[in-house]
């Protein structure tokens, strides 16, 4: 069951967002993308390539002065196309959460400081099924966290009780609360080990291949997306520059950048030095960061 | 780093960051933090700014400039006329006059109580939140009772109660003061929670920086556009609120205010005699005081939440990024598929 | 140069859910060793106690039981008034460590003075640029004004680490260091963390989730699971010869690109059934109970 074969359940054609600033910054290049039906997509790229940007794009969750100047996204459900470009206000309101969720870049520091896990769960979920009943909102609650592993028990704990991995857990909980169809994670899993993280993509999975949904995992971390998903894009600058099944894109890379994305990670197995020599040099190491911001 | 957190509530401790990336956009680059605390000037700022200004030098030199505003003469309820600019009252005292002094008076509550609230907001609410746990949850406690407490009627009861002789301007700013800072205090616990959990607080701590170091320079300055905005909204609320129990004669005995105008004004009929000299320009300062102020506090409110500032500064440019976004949706609708020949023009307009 | 010898750490918190009270322990009779010119990699799970030592380490958290004793090399205990100059920390977060009100300066000079390190202006605006050049960030004098969100999310832990530093600290805990950085980024600031190690000898506490920089950086690694150590060794023995369940696993599960889907084939391993009674000591060459008072040094 390749992806190709599969049935698209978001198309993203010829994107292109702009940051309406004093220098406007094209930060998503007319960027292709079809996502299938239970599929894991990857994006990855450098830190401000613009990852971000096309995922707020596709959520229509960008502000200004963030622009979409091209492009077109349609949303295949069960009941027929969405245009996500044409939905009014409160079409895309009922649109997002119940059909596409989102777990946000830096997602650790995004809970509420003043009130407990439980009520945050709770407030989302009222939001969206007004008529749930208060023991649906538990059972649905410590379900969601178990599916994480966080112990339900936590749910009376504000998040500076949590620890750094908790909090992001419990955000990863949120984005699943509804069972959208589409989950859109930006880099979820920073300040998890790689069990934890291991378990929360089995759960992911498990729960894809139970409901069918399609996640688009955004990350800067190539080894861990050649592991977890189907395709991976790869983005430079603003463009996909390479879209590609896991397995092909580690094996025969054809973009330059691509290929050394993938030979700057360090290996546990490998010899002891290896990796101090195949890693960049202390002191160049922020060029990459350091060019992009003076192209912003 | 460029996230907008849209689920999260917007907290001060981003909007600094994002104040000053809002700075570096424009092109400015404030160096000190201090800077960027400062509103960017706007007509609307400038009114405001100005209206306050002329009202508080009118209540601080009018005083020196008109006569006794108690020196009663037998030409009551005279129009305004060159003698009296602002015509006299039932008694024939200078509406002038007492307008300078009641101006001053009500300046003088609205200030007091102003710094009173805003000192006791901040110390339970950022005291409490920094040092957490049991002070935190006893100093919640306290401002919740304070906050279910209707402030209005415990105003009237606690002014009814005092007696007349001894409830002077400060016992009136300090009841009225006790009932309003219980709100603030909350918004005060919030944010400080939320800028108290960030790593930099406890950084600094473990760098060895004292708790009331942390407090005032780590803490504070994150919270301060909170602070003067909420001090401002203090001042407008002791203002109205004296006017209003000095209306209803339970007022500072020994102090005129424009709120005591007032009531001496409808004891003495003025409105259905038509005297309106008397009750309209009390009426008018509380007004224009109170607009001056709120458009002060809508300054205040950009650098709370800079991206109110980012839409301004940007608002053409927002507009016509969302009128073309707005066409290249109808056009999607329309026929399915962007139009070709279109986006060249889009491109030429954005260049623009 | 200084030591530090945590014994015996235990640290409840107390959950509330409702009107019940539970008990939590996150740390439990934990000892450690840190000695000038070492690095220790503390890693375990997600909630395993890890930030929790750190917090106690740099006294954000006081311990339920056991002791953390600091030394000097003529072997005078530190007092409390120099803890702090002493222990040091760097965060995990490089876009949360630093106050986006204040300067680079103003973050570096603090330190600088609540020690007594420097006395006059002029004295102390050099040695923060001393302290940047030697954190790479140069040209220094351009970096020193500038506030954090100008700079990079790597500049930004030199910066953090630079903070670290000034007050002349000479154990150094970095609590997930580089996780939150891209990970071409990652190598540059643990290198620069290797050398200002050596060149002053500091005592470090690693602290990550990461095995591969974990055995790379350190010369020993302690494995937490469930607030208690159950393995700990040399950083090549506990890598390349796992004993416990659990290191096995976490052994297991770093990414490895050579077999793409595993995630979705491989059986889904119990964690529920590993035990964390018992630790293995690389040092020893033998299990040990885990969890319990240190048997053999009692101090007098
Ligand atoms: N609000 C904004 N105003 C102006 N430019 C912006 C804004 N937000 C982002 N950018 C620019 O857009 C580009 C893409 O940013 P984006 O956040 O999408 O990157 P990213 O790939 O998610 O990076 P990271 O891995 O660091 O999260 C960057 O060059 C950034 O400077
Ligand atoms: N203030 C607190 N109140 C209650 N429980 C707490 C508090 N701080 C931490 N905990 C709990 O202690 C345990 C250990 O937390 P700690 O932050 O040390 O984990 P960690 O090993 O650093 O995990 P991570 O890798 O996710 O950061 C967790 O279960 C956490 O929820
Ligand atoms: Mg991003
Ligand atoms: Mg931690």
Redesign the pocket.
């Known amino acids: 069951m390749t992806a190709d074969q599969r049935q698209a359940v978001l198309t993203v054609d010829d994107l292109t967002v702009v940051?309406e600033?004093e220098e406007p910054?094209t930060?998503v290049k007319h960027a292709d993308l079809v996502l299938h039906k239970g599929e894991i997509l990857g994006l990855a790229?450098?830190?401000?390539?613009?990852?971000?940007?096309?995922a707020y794009a596709v959520n229509r969750l960008h502000r200004p002065?963030?622009r979409i100047a091209s492009g077109r996204i349609t949303f295949h459900g069960d009941d027929g196309d969405t245009d996500i470009l044409a939905l009014d206000d409160a079409e895309l309101r009922a649109f997002r959460w119940e059909r596409l969720s989102m777990v946000f870049?830096g997602a650790m520091n995004a809970l509420n400081p003043v009130t407990t896990v439980r009520a945050q769960l709770k407030d989302t979920l009222l939001a969206h099924r007004p008529r749930m009943s208060r023991k649906e909102i538990r059972e649905r609650s410590e379900d969601v966290l178990t599916r994480v592993g966080v112990d339900p028990r936590r749910l009376g704990s504000y998040p500076h009780e949590l620890s750094g991995g908790m909090r992001q857990r419990v955000m990863i909980a949120m984005a699943m609360l509804l069972e959208p169809q589409i989950m859109i994670m930006?880099?979820p899993t920073t300040a998890l080990d790689v069990v934890v993280q291991r378990d929360i993509l089995r759960e992911i999975v498990r729960l894809r291949d139970e409901l069918d949904f399609a996640v688009i995992f955004i990350t800067?971390d190539l080894p861990l997306l050649l592991e977890i998903s189907d395709r991976i894009a790869v983005?430079l600058d603003g463009e996909i520059v390479e879209l590609e099944t896991a397995d092909r894109l580690y094996r025969e890379a054809k973009h330059p950048y691509t290929r050394k994305l993938l030979g700057s990670f360090p290996s546990l197995s490998g010899e002891r030095g290896a990796f101090i020599r195949t890693g960049v040099d202390e002191t160049t190491e922020d060029s990459t960061v350091a060019t992009?911001?003076e192209?912003? | 780093?460029?996230?907008l957190k849209p689920t999260s509530e917007p907290s001060v401790a981003d909007s600094a960051e994002l104040l000053a990336e809002t700075s570096v956009?424009t092109g400015r680059k404030p160096r000190a933090g201090w800077r960027m605390l400062v509103p960017t000037m706007t007509p609307w700022l400038a009114i405001g700014l100005g209206l306050i200004a002329a009202i508080t030098l009118f209540g601080l030199i009018g005083p020196l400039f008109v006569g006794d505003p108690r020196t009663i003469r037998d030409m009551g309820l005279t129009p305004p006329s060159g003698e009296f600019w602002l015509g006299t009252t039932q008694t024939g005292q200078d509406v002038l006059a007492q307008l300078a002094y009641a101006t001053r008076g009500s300046l003088q509550i609205g200030v007091i109580v102003g710094l009173l609230a805003t000192a006791l907001s901040a110390f339970f609410g950022i005291y409490g939140a920094y040092r957490g746990r049991v002070v935190d949850e006893g100093f919640s406690l306290f401002t919740n009772v304070f906050l279910v407490i209707p402030g209005l009627p415990l105003v009237i009861v606690i002014s009814g109660f005092v007696p007349a002789e001894s409830r002077g301007l400060w016992t009136i700013a300090i009841v009225l003061a006790v009932t309003s800072w219980a709100g603030s205090a909350r918004v005060l616990r919030a944010q400080t929670l939320s800028v108290r959990n960030r790593d930099y607080v406890a950084a600094s701590q473990v760098s060895g920086e004292r708790p009331w170091r942390v407090i005032v320079v780590e803490i504070l300055p994150n919270l301060l556009p909170v602070i003067a905005s909420q001090f401002v909204f203090a001042v407008i609320s002791a203002i109205l609120g004296e006017a209003g129990l000095s209306f209803i004669g339970l007022g500072a005995s020994n102090s005129s205010t424009l709120g005591t105008m007032l009531f001496y004004a409808q004891n003495g009929f003025a409105l259905s005699l038509g005297a309106w000299w008397w009750f309209v320009p009390p009426g008018l300062i509380i007004a224009l005081f109170g607009m001056g102020l709120s458009l002060v506090n809508f300054s205040i409110d950009e650098i709370i939440n800079p991206k109110l500032k980012n839409l301004r500064l940007h608002r053409k440019r927002a507009r016509r990024a969302a009128r073309l976004e707005r066409e290249l949706a109808q056009a999607s609708r329309r026929n399915g598929v962007p139009s070709q020949q279109a986006k060249p023009n889009q491109d030429k307009e954005i260049a623009r | 140069m200084t030591s530090v010898k945590i014994t015996d750490l235990v640290k409840d918190y107390t959950l509330r859910s409702g009107l019940k009270r539970t008990r939590l322990r996150a740390v439990d009779h934990v000892s450690l060793e840190l000695t000038p010119g070492r690095t220790v990699a503390l890693v375990g799970e997600s909630g395993s106690g890890k930030s929790t030592i750190a917090k106690i380490l740099t006294r954000m958290e006081r311990p339920t039981a056991g002791t953390v004793d600091v030394r000097l090399d003529d072997g005078t205990p530190v007092t409390n008034a120099h803890y702090r100059r002493e222990v040091q920390m760097v965060f995990q977060d490089p876009f949360a460590s630093l106050n986006p009100f204040h300067s680079i300066e103003h973050h570096i000079a603090r330190p600088l003075k609540i020690h007594g390190r420097t006395k006059t202006q002029d004295d102390t605006r050099a040695r923060v640029l001393e302290m940047l050049e030697r954190v790479n960030l140069t040209p220094a004098e351009a970096i020193a004004p500038r506030r954090p969100h100008e700079l990079s999310g790597g500049q930004r832990q030199r910066v953090a680490i630079a903070r670290a530093l000034a007050p002349g600290a000479q154990v150094l805990i970095a609590d997930e260091p580089v996780s939150m950085l891209?990970v071409s980024i990652r190598l540059g600031v643990l290198n620069l963390l290797g050398r200002l190690q050596r060149e002053d000898q500091l005592a470090v506490l690693y602290i990550t989730h990461d095995l591969a920089t974990a055995r790379h950086f350190s010369d020993e690694i302690v494995v937490l699971y469930r607030g208690r150590v159950v393995e700990r060794g040399p950083s090549d023995a506990v890598i390349l010869d796992p004993h416990h369940d659990y290191t096995k696993l976490l052994a297991l599960a770093a990414p490895d690109p050579e077999r793409p889907g595993r995630v979705t084939s491989e059986a889904p391993v119990d964690r529920e059934a590993i035990d964390n009674s018992t630790c293995y000591d690389h040092f020893k060459g033998e299990w040990t109970e885990a969890g319990v008072p240190a048997r053999s040094e009692s101090k007098a």
């Open positions: 940051y600033t910054v930060a790229g450098e830190s401000g390539c613009g990852k971000t940007t096309l002065p963030a870049q930006d880099e800067h983005m992009a911001k192209r912003a | 780093m460029t996230n956009e | 891209d």
